[in-house]
C-alpha cells in the first residue's frame, strides 16, 4: 500500500493532446454564432435594432470585456483547490455561458413588441453572453502553456486545436443560415450549446493540471498581482507587437464573419443560402493550409508562416472588392482561407513564447493573466466593428433590412473589404515588427529534428 508521500510523488497523468484541442470545438461553436449572426438576426431578419444601436451595443461590450478579462485571468491565477486553477471556473462558467447564449438569440416575444426592452435586453445579453465566454477562453487558454511544456508537445496540440476550432467554425458559421432557415435561430442555438456544453465539460474533466506543484508555487512565490503583471508587460515590447498584430487580425476576421451575409445579399443579390456557399470555401481551404503549414512548420519559422498568413488575407481583399459574381468571389475566399490558415496555426504558439518568456524574466507563474491580457488586446477589435456598423449607418444611411439605403451594395463592400483590407494591413507591419532571439526562432527546426 502507497504512503501519502508516495502517492503525491506518483507520476503525474499527462494529458491528451487530443482530449484538451477537441475542447476548442466546444469552446468555438456558441462564439461564433453569437459573433457572426448577432447582427444578421436582429438588423435583417427581426429588425428590432438599427446599425447604429448595434454598432452602440459592440462599443460597450468591447469596454466591459476589457476590464474583465484581466479580473478572469487574476482569479484564476489565483486559485487553490484540490481540482486545480482552472477546471472550476470552467465546471462553473459553461453552464452559464450556455444558457446566456440560448437566451441571446431566444428573446420573449413580449420583449420584441417593445423597441426599448428589446435594444436593452440585445445590449444586456449580448455583454452577458461575451463576458462568460472571456471567463471560459481565460481558463481554457491558460492550460494550454502549463499542461505542454515542449515545443513538439505544443505544435500537437495546437494543430489539434486549430483543425477542431475550423471544424466548429463550419458548423457556427458556414452552416448556421441553412441550419436556422430550417428551424429558427432559436433551436439553432439551444443545440449548438448542448453540444457545446457536453464537449467543454468532456475535456474539462480530462485536463490534469499539476496540483501539487501549484500549490508549491503559490506557498513559495511571489503571488500574482494583477499591476505588476501590467507593468510586467508594459514594458515588453513583443507583448504589444504581438497584441496589436491579433487585435487588427481579430477584428478582420470579425467583420468578415458578420460581413458576408450582407455582401452576399446586397453586392451579389444573391439568397442567404448562397452565404454558406462562400464561407465553406474559405474554411475548406483553410482546413487543407492548416495541414499544410502544420508540415512546413516543422522546418520553417513560425514567425515566417505567421507573416504570410497575414499578408494573404490582406492582399485577397483587393481583388474581392471588385468581385462581381459568386464564383469569383469564391476562389479569391478560398485563397484568402489559406492565410487564415496560416495566422490559426502560429498565434498561440507566439502568445506561449511571451508568456514563456514573461516567467523566465520575473519567475511568477500568472498563465492565465497573461493570458487574459493578451485577450483584451484581440477583443479591443471590437471598436474597429463597431466603427463598420456606425459607418454603415451614418455615411450609407443602412439602418436595416427595412431601410438599407440607397448604397446597401457599396455598404456591404466596406464592411467586408474596405475595413478589413486596412487591419489586415496594419496587423502585417506590425508583424514585421516582432523578432525573437536566434534560440527562439529556431525552435520550429529543433522540433522537426526532435520528431
Known sequence: MKTKTQASESPLRKTSPFRYGFGMFGTSIPVN?????????????????????????????????????????LLSDRTNTKWGKRRPWLVIGTPLLILSFIMFFNMPQGIQSNETQAYIYI???YILTGTLDSLINANYGALFPTLFKTD?????????????????????IVLTPLVAKAIGYGLTAIIYGAIALVVILYMTFGC????????????????????????AL?????????????????AAFSLISQAVPFYVKYTLKLNESMT?????????????GIVVFSAISKKVEIIKIWRLGFIVMAVGFIPLYFAKNLPVAIVIASIMGVG??????????????????????????????LTSLIGVMNRLNGLYV?????????VFGFKNDLEPGTQPDVASKYLLCVLPFVAMLIASIFSMLLHFNKKEESEAVSVSADE
Not at 276 to 288: P, Q
Open 234 to 250: 508594459a514594458t515588453n515590447s513583443k507583448f504589444w507587437i504581438f497584441g496589436f498584430a491579433s487585435a487588427f487580425y481579430s
Open 152 to 172: 513538439v508537445e505544443r505544435a500537437k496540440t495546437n494543430g489539434i486545436r486549430q483543425i477542431c476550432q475550423l471544424v466548429a467554425m463550419v458548423i457556427s
Open 276 to 288: 454558406t456557399v462562400m464561407l465553406a470555401a474559405v474554411f475548406a481551404f483553410a482546413l487543407i
Open 123 to 125: 445590449l444586456l445579453m
Open 340 to 369: 487564415v490558415a496560416g495566422c490559426l496555426i502560429t498565434m498561440d504558439c507566439i502568445g506561449a513564447k511571451i508568456i514563456d518568456n514573461d516567467y523566465e524574466r520575473h519567475g511568477v507563474k500568472r498563465e492565465g493573466m
Open 33 to 73: 454564432m453569437f459573433k457572426s449572426y448577432a447582427a444578421a438576426l436582429y438588423l435583417t431578419k427581426l429588425n428590432l435594432i438599427t446599425s447604429d444601436q448595434m454598432a452602440r451595443i459592440v462599443f460597450i461590450y468591447t469596454f466591459v470585456d476589457a476590464i474583465d478579462n484581466p479580473i478572469y485571468g
Open 386 to 394: 463597431a466603427l463598420g456598423y456606425k459607418i454603415m449607418y451614418n
Open 208 to 231: 490534469h493540471e499539476n496540483i501539487e506543484e501549484e500549490k508549491r508555487e503559490l506557498e513559495n512565490a511571489e503571488k500574482p498581482n494583477l499591476f505588476k503583471a501590467i507593468i
